[in-house]
């Protein structure tokens, strides 16, 4: 079955950096497209960063274009999002998922929270 489970979250002042993380499992990872989706207190679910199954394209919402970057390690089935310059309306919680799961609202993990605050 399907399995994604997000982690690398916490706590940390505003400009400073965190890198998350994606274990996938339960699916051939290398032939999915992926994102990264974030969810605030009393707000809906937001799409933050889409990478293709092989890594050569990716596309940011304007709110962390220049300063998240997706990746992925199609050899490891982990994708990666690596967040500089963070601000205390990023704080959220972060998860990873294939956006035609997502639009089913389909194999969602925990997720992991991202708090930013001074």
């Known amino acids: 079955q399907v399995q994604l489970v997000e982690s690398g979250g916490g706590l940390v002042q505003p400009g400073g950096s965190l890198r998350l993380s994606c274990a996938a499992s339960?699916?051939?990872?290398?032939?999915?497209?992926m994102s990264w989706y974030r969810q605030a207190p009393g707000k809906e679910r937001e799409l933050v960063a889409v990478?293709?199954?092989?890594?050569?394209?990716?596309n940011y919402a304007d709110s962390v274009k220049g300063r998240f970057t997706i990746s992925r390690d199609n050899t490891k089935n982990t994708m990666s999002l690596q967040m500089n310059s963070l601000k205390p309306e990023d704080t959220a919680v972060y998860y990873c998922?294939?956006?035609?799961?997502?639009?089913?609202?389909?194999?969602w993990g925990r997720g992991s929270q991202v708090t930013v605050s001074s």
């Open positions: 998922n294939h956006p035609s799961w997502a639009q089913l609202n389909k194999y």
């Open positions: 339960g699916f051939t990872f290398s032939t999915y497209a």
């Open positions: 990478i293709t199954d092989t890594g050569d394209f990716t």
